[in-house]
């Protein structure tokens, strides 16, 4: 993951998310102004309307930002996690719970912040290519059943990604174990265990 790094000239539009990411990890993505961030970039607060229309505008940079590393974490998890469909699936879990802890700026920015992934066209492409490792993990997964008896692949990943976006929310924010005796990746795991097999897609012990 990359390293924060500080206002150089030529480099104000990073300088600039960087500086937000920071700001929303202490106060939230509605809890700074523009000017915050300039001020924090040490910029004018003029200096962000040279790549930035607001800070609405800003954060879906560094949502976009976001998007690419995740997309690329999932995709290294997802072929790390081979020969094994399910071991493949979980290891795309893990790789989930991992970017949310280490990248909350970015998460946040991504899932928390309100910023539109339709209306944002690039924001689309990149988020599709994370939806589209789940999906391809989904499908792996059910190739031993009929046809007929396949749940759709996307229904499936969606529902594995509330799941682990819950399991953040609820056990990997503060500190981990405080209000579960189980990590956040054991109630992943367990939870898309208990999932799967509920949908017949792997054997009930």
Not at 18 to 40: M, Q, S, V
Not at 100 to 127: C, D, K, T, W
Not at 168 to 175: C, D, K, N, Q
Request: aromatic share 8%.
């Amino acid at each position: 993951m990359p390293e924060r790094k500080g206002y150089h000239h030529g480099n104000l539009r990073q300088a600039l998310v960087e500086a937000t990411l920071t700001l929303i990890e202490e106060k939230g993505p509605t809890g700074f102004t523009l000017a915050e961030a300039a001020r924090l970039a040490g910029v004018s607060a003029a200096a962000p309307y040279r790549h930035f229309k607001g800070r609405e505008d800003l954060i879906a940079e560094v949502a976009l930002q976001g998007y690419e590393m995740f997309a690329d974490l999932l995709e290294h998890a997802y072929d790390e996690g081979k020969p094994s469909a399910l071991a493949a699936f979980e290891t795309v879990g893990r790789a989930y719970l991992h970017f949310a802890r280490v990248q909350p700026g970015h998460y946040i920015a991504m899932f928390e912040s309100g910023v539109s992934v339709l209306g944002n066209p690039e924001l689309a492409r990149v988020s599709q290519r994370a939806t589209d490792v789940l999906d391809r993990a989904a499908e792996a997964m059910m190739q031993h059943l009929p046809k007929g008896q396949r749940p759709p692949a996307s229904m499936v990943s969606h529902h594995i990604w509330a799941m682990s976006h819950g399991v953040v929310e609820l056990f990997s924010r503060g500190a981990p174990g405080a209000r579960a005796p189980f990590s956040p990746e054991e109630l992943l795991e367990s939870g898309i265990g208990i999932y799967l097999r509920g949908l017949g897609i792997i054997q009930k012990d």
